[in-house]
T-cell receptor, first 114, second 112 residues
Framework: ETGVTQTPRHLVMGMTNKKSLKCEQH?????MYWYKQSAKKPLELMFV???????ENNSVPSRFSPECPNSSHLFLHLHTLQPEDSALYLC?????????????FGPGTRLTVL | DAKTTQPPSMDCAEGRAANLPCNHS???????VYWYRQIHSQGPQYIIH???NNETNEMASLIITEDRKSSTLILPHATLRDTAVYYC?????????????FGTGTLLAVQP
């Protein structure tokens, strides 16, 4: 595996379900990000992790719970979601301490909440 | 909030150069200009970035005006596979993370 991978690629869940999105980076980066992209809207930055510590939470509802157990893995735990949470969820990673640390994005998870 | 302004859409004929403009009139001296593109429903792909000087790589060229208030991304020979949304982003150099704040971008449609 190379780059940034995300699983699952597609997910359909009910409002009462609990599910998790997984992101793994194989680039040796030390910062990871979750973005949300709703239909016809710009990408919205949700969470930022640097060296496994959460450094930014952009007013994301508590029904989204991130977890970064190590520098290579990032999870987004989902519970009691709403239909408006249906979106493409993108993970990215970067080498955070240098100006040349271009974020690399995964392919995304297409989430549908019924 | 995004600090860049881009046209919402542009057309380009296949094989011709595509020139995508971006205004960033409030850019600071330590902010880089980044370009990414997103092909439908895929993750954004890095293209190029620069600070003051013009830059070129295997994908594109980036021309930054002397006052740094605007820039142009040039795809020298556009193909149908270059149809995508192109994002121009300004980002502060260094720091603990390299987060990107995306705007609405330019939808480039390459026509056969």
């Amino acid at each position: 595996e190379t780059g940034v991978t995300q699983t699952p690629r597609h997910l359909v869940m009910g409002m009462t379900n609990k599910k998790s999105l997984k992101c793994e980076q194989h680039l040796g980066h030390n910062a990871m990000y979750w973005y949300k992209q709703s239909a016809k809207k710009p990408l919205e930055l949700m969470f930022v992790y640097s060296l496994e510590e959460r450094v930014e939470n952009n007013s994301v509802p508590s029904r989204f719970s991130p977890e970064c157990p190590n520098s290579s893995h990032l999870f987004l735990h989902l519970h009691t979601l709403q239909p408006e949470d249906s979106a493409l969820y993108l993970c990215a990673s970067s080498q955070g301490v240098t100006s040349g640390g271009n974020p690399y994005f995964g392919p995304g998870t297409r989430l549908t909440v019924l | 909030d995004a600090k860049t302004t881009q046209p919402p859409s542009m057309d380009c004929a296949e094989g011709r150069a595509a020139n995508l403009p971006c205004n960033h009139s409030t850019i600071s001296g330590n902010e880089y200009v980044y370009w990414y593109r997103q092909i439908h429903s895929q993750g954004p792909q890095y293209i190029i970035h620069g600070l003051k000087n013009n830059e070129t790589n295997e994908m594109a060229s980036l021309i930054i005006t002397e006052d740094r208030k605007s820039s142009t991304l040039i795809l020298p020979h556009a193909t149908l596979r270059d149809t995508a949304v192109y994002y121009c982003i300004v980002r502060v150099a260094g720091g603990a993370t390299n987060k990107l704040i995306f705007g609405t971008g330019t939808l480039l449609a390459v026509q056969p």
